[in-house]
């Protein structure tokens, strides 16, 4: 049985899971018309489906710890996913990372930490939590969405002049009250 809970200083390893490789299978392609927002997707053929996976962090659970609370879900003892609320000057906490062990993914793991999330935004007074996807990853937009995510901003700046260049940050915003 998964059981979500804070991750606490005797945990504190656990913030630092590995990231794992997920398909890069199309794009989330955002609209702005009359006020409102709206994407289409472009999935990829078959033979241009690739693999992406993020560089692992190290992450100091004491330095975070000033601004951040950090959820984890357990099978047992075996931290399988996190996820990581820091705190905001505006009415939305940020999620600034969400992850789950590969071998444990589509089983609601995600959601589970999503609701504690909200759960916990609305307990430190946010409005509700905002977070950013790459346009690419259209897994990872498809889950925002799918938990009450709406878009509200298109960032098409924030790689130039890096190696991912061609990508784009959607933002993303959910009312949790």
Same mark, same amino acid.
């Given at each position: 049985?998964?059981? /979500?809970?804070? *991750?606490?200083?005797? +945990?504190?390893?656990? *913030? #630092?899971?590995?990231?794992?490789?997920? =398909?890069?299978?199309?794009? $989330?392609?955002?609209?702005?018309?009359?006020?409102?927002?709206? +994407?289409?997707?472009?999935?990829?053929?078959?033979?241009? /489906?690739?693999?992406?996976?993020?560089?692992?962090?190290? &992450?100091? %659970?004491?330095?975070?710890?000033? !601004?951040?609370? %950090?959820?984890?879900?357990?099978?047992?003892?075996?931290?399988?996913?996190? =996820? *990581?609320?820091?705190?905001?000057?505006?009415?939305?906490?940020?999620?600034?990372?969400?992850?789950?062990? =590969?071998?444990?993914?589509?089983?609601?793991?995600?959601?589970?930490?999503?609701?504690?999330?909200?759960? *916990?935004?609305?307990?430190?007074? &946010?409005?509700?939590?905002?977070?950013?996807?790459?346009? #690419? !990853?259209?897994? =990872?937009?498809?889950?925002? $969405?799918?938990?009450?995510?709406?878009?509200?901003?298109?960032?098409?700046?924030?790689?130039?002049?890096?190696?991912?260049? +061609?990508?784009?940050?959607? $933002?993303?915003?959910?009312?949790?009250?």
């Amino acid at each position: 049985m998964i059981t /979500v809970k804070i *991750i606490d200083a005797d +945990h504190k390893d656990d *913030i #630092n899971i590995k990231n794992q490789p997920f =398909a890069l299978f199309g794009l $989330l392609l955002p609209s702005y018309q009359n006020g409102e927002w709206g +994407h289409t997707e472009l999935l990829f053929p078959k033979e241009n /489906v690739t693999e992406m996976c993020f560089p692992d962090e190290d &992450y100091d %659970f004491e330095e975070m710890l000033k !601004n951040s609370i %950090f959820v984890g879900a357990y099978d047992g003892e075996k931290c399988v996913g996190v =996820a *990581i609320l820091q705190q905001a000057y505006q009415k939305y906490m940020y999620l600034y990372d969400l992850k789950v062990d =590969a071998g444990y993914r589509g089983q609601q793991i995600g959601a589970k930490l999503m609701e504690k999330c909200k759960e *916990i935004a609305v307990q430190q007074g &946010y409005r509700g939590l905002y977070t950013q996807g790459q346009d #690419n !990853n259209l897994g =990872a937009c498809r889950f925002y $969405l799918k938990m009450g995510f709406e878009i509200g901003g298109l960032d098409t700046r924030v790689y130039r002049g890096t190696l991912q260049e +061609h990508k784009k940050d959607i $933002l993303f915003y959910c009312d949790c009250c």
